[in-house]
């Protein structure tokens, strides 16, 4: 069974500073792909960031970086010098080999308010 | 300009009526998605094609139904069948051989 984990239902961060936001996954399937999502009250689904399971580095792009840690099954993502548009809902969400990679399932989400 | 574009934004309907929400893509891309969300929680899947004439059930498909007669349009209907229909619905769609979903930016249905 595929299982997302995201245990922070809300984080605070101040403007300019980083954070991080914690994501575990449960898998037997040797090969998977890892997403962030963010959603803001719009209501629209935007992607982030990609980390392929075999993958050798962490994915970055611009301000947003995964932290990947295969044994720990671990995706967090870091956002570098949060701006106040950052604040939003964020989703973690894996698919895998075992459904073609057709299947994304998604965790509960961390709501980020950034504070200026 | 190429995206998801997702018909209506906002949907009202008398419990017992059935409601069709739209769902059109001019990205090319091959496989479409229904996903359902419910305040403050993640996406539960309804239905997935893969390609034209195919589709299969997600985790929740139980009083939707959909349909895949054209590559560009995913339509998801929600039945009289549906408990509590009450909820955000998003349609993705994704390029088989590549990894991202995009989305359209949701329907949002209330039954009164």
């Known amino acids: 069974a595929q299982k997302i984990t995201q245990t922070q239902p809300g984080m605070f961060v101040q403007e300019k500073e980083a954070v991080t936001l914690d994501c575990t996954y449960d898998?037997?399937?040797?090969?998977?792909?890892l997403f962030w999502y963010k959603q803001p009250s719009s209501g629209e689904m935007i992607f982030l960031i990609y980390q392929g399971s075999y993958d050798q580095q962490n994915a970055t792009e611009g301000r947003y970086s995964l932290n990947f840690q295969k044994a720990r099954k671990s995706a967090n993502l870091v956002i570098s010098a949060s701006q106040l548009g950052d604040s939003a809902m964020y989703f973690c969400?894996?698919?895998?080999?075992?459904?073609?990679?057709?299947?994304?399932?998604f965790g509960s989400g961390t709501k980020l308010n950034v504070k200026p | 300009d190429g995206g998801i574009t997702q018909s209506p934004k906002y949907l009202f309907r008398k419990e017992g009526q059935n409601v069709t929400l739209s769902c059109e893509q001019n990205?090319?891309?091959?496989?479409m998605y229904w996903y359902r969300q419910d305040p403050g929680q993640g996406l539960r899947l309804i239905y997935y094609?893969?390609?034209?004439?195919?589709?299969q059930k997600g985790d929740i498909a139980e009083g939707y139904s959909v349909s895949r007669e054209k590559k560009e349009s995913f339509p998801l209907t929600v039945t009289s069948a549906q408990k509590n229909p009450t909820a955000f619905y998003l349609c993705g769609c994704r390029t088989v051989n590549t990894g991202e979903l995009f989305f359209g930016e949701g329907s949002r249905l209330t039954v009164l």
């Open positions: 094609s893969q390609i034209v004439n195919d589709f």
């Open positions: 969400a894996m698919s895998s080999l075992q459904y073609n990679f057709n299947k994304f399932y």
């Open positions: 990205l090319n891309h091959d496989a």
């Open positions: 898998t037997s399937d040797p090969s998977y792909g």
